[in-house]
């Protein structure tokens, strides 16, 4: 069975920096796009970053670009985010997900684009 598992998250100060993990098993995903979305109390689930296969491109959404870096290694079946210099409104629930599209190579941005979700971590910035 495919599963994704998000590590990483947790409590940190306004300014300061944290590396969320992905882990994918039952499948790679070598060739597949993957990504990360964020969910709020209260809000919609919103995109943050995704990577294609190979790394070719990756895609930020405006409020995290220049902050935030997604990569993934794929000898490990594993995507990253390293957040730097968050922010109060980064506090969400961070969710990976993997596209099961293997034709796809633009990344994509769209929930619908993605087949595969984890279950997500927490993460709280305090002001």
């Known amino acids: 069975q495919v599963q994704l598992v998000e590590s990483g998250g947790g409590l940190v100060q306004a300014g300061g920096s944290l590396r969320l993990s992905c882990a994918a098993s039952g499948r790679t995903f070598i060739n597949n796009a993957m990504g990360w979305f964020r969910q709020a109390p209260g809000k919609e689930r919103e995109f943050v970053a995704a990577v294609t296969r190979n790394s070719y491109s990756t895609y930020y959404a405006d409020s995290v670009k220049g902050r935030f870096t997604i990569s993934r290694d794929n000898s490990k079946n594993t995507l990253y985010l390293q957040m730097n210099s968050l922010k109060p409104e980064d506090t969400a629930v961070y969710i990976c997900?993997?596209?099961?599209?293997?034709?796809?190579?633009?990344?994509?941005?769209?929930?619908?684009?993605?087949?595969?979700w984890g279950q997500g971590t927490q993460v709280t910035v305090s002001s």
């Open positions: 997900a993997a596209d099961g599209d293997v034709r796809r190579w633009s990344p994509p941005r769209a929930s619908r684009e993605y087949d595969y």
